[in-house]
């Protein structure tokens, strides 16, 4: 009886199975079905298989909305998988081709988002990509203000900003400790002239009015200490430039 019911399950197993496979032949010559094979495969991780059958839907079925369905879908594949060179060039080449997109808010972040999640952790490693990931997200916020990724691409855009802001103290530090006020005097000037108001504007106005001291420029060693004061009247930055002024 027990050896009966296994060959029957076996049977019926193999009868699904087999069933499946014609079936995904069959589906495989329309683009609907060809698609929805590659979904199966995204779905279920196989991100490899899913861009394989995404790519062939595109190049099967160039005609079809489901070809340009795959390619983005290509672009989300990659993004999953964390791959977001690969991603970022799908997303633009997407944008390229499909510039009034029903969702090209959402192409536009995750061009941004691609640019971003490539950031090194380390501020002292290459930071270029920062300025392609504000630029991107920037144009999402502009250009689609009621998008539902505003307010994410804000939060993303003021990390990245804050990001080159902390490189840009960092090297200020790399030459005020080691005494070479003037390149640091620059570096603690454009930490303040371009990233207002993200908590580095005190210390960079008290360290560019000591390296001004320093180097003998009194005039502008008193205008820095002079809006330090307006701007943060009793704050440690502020004793510590009139120490070095005095």
């Known amino acids: 009886m027990l050896k009966t019911l296994r060959v029957i399950t076996i049977a019926a197993a193999m009868g699904v199975l087999l069933s499946g496979c014609s079936s995904i032949e069959k589906n495989s010559n329309t683009p609907e079905g060809a698609f929805a094979i590659a979904e199966e495969f995204d779905q279920g991780e196989r991100y490899e298989e899913a861009i394989r059958r995404y790519t062939e839907v595109k190049n099967k079925f160039p005609y079809s909305n489901f070809a340009t369905k795959a390619e983005l879908a290509i672009a989300d594949v990659y993004y999953k998988q964390e791959s977001y060179a690969e991603a970022q060039v799908a997303y633009q080449m997407f944008k390229e081709l499909h510039p009034t997109a029903p969702n ?61 802001a902390e490189k840009e103290e960092y090297i200020a530090d790399f030459y005020f400790k080691r005494k070479i006020f003037d390149s640091a005097l620059g570096r603690y000037e454009g930490l303040y002239n371009n990233y207002r108001s993200l908590g580095f504007d005190a210390k960079a106005l008290s360290r560019a009015a000591i390296c001004a001291q320093k180097i003998g420029d009194s005039p502008k060693a008193k205008k820095y200490t002079e809006v330090l004061a307006r701007e943060f009247p009793g704050s440690s930055e502020l004793k510590a430039a009139q120490k070095e002024i005095e």
């Open 104 to 164: 090209s808010d959402y192409v536009q972040f995750r061009i941004g988002m691609s640019y971003f999640n490539q950031l090194p952790s380390s501020i002292d490693r290459d930071l270029t990509q920062a300025n392609d990931a504000i630029l991107n997200l920037s144009e999402l916020i502009k250009k689609y203000p009621n998008s539902q990724h505003v307010a994410e691409a804000k939060e993303k855009r003021t990390a990245a900003i804050k990001m080159l």
